[in-house]
């Protein structure tokens, strides 16, 4: 009997069964002759330099990959080594776009550019604070949470008063701005509006009215651009979190019930922290939700080839439970480069599985296995891919335990998923486990080994009534 790797499921207090998607195993869907996807280990973080307080964000301009570690704007060599340019101040995520000559930086508030020589502060009380901004149609745009603020299209220096801007449709405050096809999209509390530039001699851009999408954005940093549109963390008045794609006019909704449920645990505070990223890399377009404890993982791909949705959850930690730290990345040199809370400076590996130099736990979580509700024994287990992938002198184990009521799990049992040059080696358990009506595995190791999982075999014997 074959069991689903691809998506797991487990039970709740309360008496859902609710899936389960793999922790630091990435889903790929691709037909193996074994089955039509497998699971393979999240890639690992290698590290590079030290920064002087927390990331707060970065971006590439004109070749060179910027970031602002603690109130410190400055560079990143290829060699992922970090130098000081100038200081931003403020706290919490800063926000990133450039125009022909000039590179903004939204920091605390406040405004700076930086035109590859010299870091200088956007002063015009006119401006407010930039709570968000992005560059479009010549002009930097920013929103204070009320207004949308446009600079002046010959001086990036001034605002005139006389063209300020609003989103109107509803009396709601202005969360974040995005850009999406030459479009500015302000992302409001409850309703998500579009304008368009119509050259105006007062403010410059006018409403869509025929494009308005009845959802709202949570946070400012909870929506990022991906499949030629953008997913936003939000809801309608009166709803639930839940996470969507923007379209015109409308949105689709793709997260699942694990995902909203996790929404659903955040208080208003952290729920406005949200921080989404886009990566698309290797033939995967990944959305990436970071909460305060773990990032959700979504298989854009993946999820259009299967007809599904197709999650994963990024955790550091030797057992998962603490907040990925590989988070903002940049495309750069090759490379995504990230950072962490700690202003570590790294870049993603796929050679490697460790965050940082720590190890990072990984978990599976099976289908359940249902003997047409007749009871059996399970005489043996099997994970079969690619085995063996590990650093010399170390030998990888994979421990397995099992649930007959979904919520409290066996004592575990290990194996070997093969030392270096071990190929041959079949992962492989002999349990002899005796289940009544249904049963469900979990899988999870702790290490630097790298085995990739494309299917799941179990001998079941069954047994009378």
């Keep these: 009997m074959r069991l689903e790797l691809l998506k797991g499921v487990y039970a709740d207090a309360v ?205 400012t940093k909870a929506k990022a651009p991906i499949l030629q549109t953008f997913a936003f963390a939000g809801c309608a008045r009166g709803e639930a979190l839940a996470v969507y794609l923007a379209g015109n006019g409308d949105a689709q909704k793709i997260s699942n019930k694990f995902v909203d449920d996790e929404l659903s645990k955040l208080t208003a505070e952290q729920a406005a922290a949200i921080e989404m990223e886009a990566r698309v890399d290797a033939d995967e377009q990944r959305l990436l939700i970071h909460l305060p404890d773990k990032t959700l993982v979504y298989y854009a791909t993946a999820s259009q080839r299967t007809q599904g949705k197709v999650w994963a959850v990024f955790a550091s930690g030797v057992n998962a439970d603490k907040a990925y730290r590989g988070q903002r990345g940049v495309l750069a040199y090759g490379k995504f480069i990230v950072s962490d809370a700690d202003g570590n400076i790294g870049y993603i590996d796929g050679t490697t599985a460790k965050h940082f130099g720590e190890v990072a736990g990984w978990r599976i979580d099976t289908a359940l296995l249902f003997n047409e509700n007749g009871r059996g024994i399970i005489n043996s287990v099997e994970l079969t891919g690619l085995a063996a992938r590990a650093p010399l002198n170390t030998e990888p184990r994979t421990f397995m335990s099992w649930t007959t009521d979904g919520t409290t799990w066996s004592q575990e049992r290990a194996i070997s998923t093969g030392r270096a040059g071990e190929r041959g080696v079949r992962m492989q358990w002999r349990p002899n486990i005796r289940f009544n009506q249904w049963i469900g595995l979990r899988f999870r190791g702790a290490d630097e080994g790298r085995a990739a999982f494309a299917r799941l075999d179990v001998a079941v014997q069954p047994l009378g009534g």
């Design 15 to 219: 008496a859902d069964f609710v899936e389960s998607p793999p922790v630091n195993r990435e889903p790929v869907i691709v037909s193996t002759g074994l089955s039509d996807g497998y699971l393979r280990i999240a890639p690992g973080i290698t590290a590079t330099d030290q920064g002087d307080g927390p990331d707060r964000g970065g971006i590439f301009w004109n070749g060179v990959a910027y970031r602002v570690i603690g109130s410190k704007f400055g560079s990143i060599s290829a060699q992922g080594l970090f130098t000081e340019i100038g200081d931003v101040g403020g706290g919490g995520p800063c926000w990133f776009d450039y125009s022909f000559d000039q590179l903004a930086i939204g920091s605390g508030g406040l405004m700076f550019y930086y035109d590859g020589s010299t870091l200088v502060q956007m002063t015009d009380p006119d401006l407010g604070q930039a709570l968000d901004g992005i560059w479009i149609d010549g002009r930097f745009m920013t929103t204070d949470g009320e207004f949308l603020v446009v600079t002046e299209l010959n001086n990036p220096m001034a605002v005139d008063p006389l063209k300020y801007g609003s989103s109107e449709e509803d009396p709601d405050r202005i969360v974040a701005l995005i850009k999406v096809r030459g479009e500015a999209y302000a992302l409001n509390a409850n309703t998500i509006e579009n304008f368009s530039n119509t050259g105006s001699t007062g403010f410059p851009f006018a409403r869509n009215s025929g494009a308005l999408i009845p959802y709202g954005c949570v946070g």
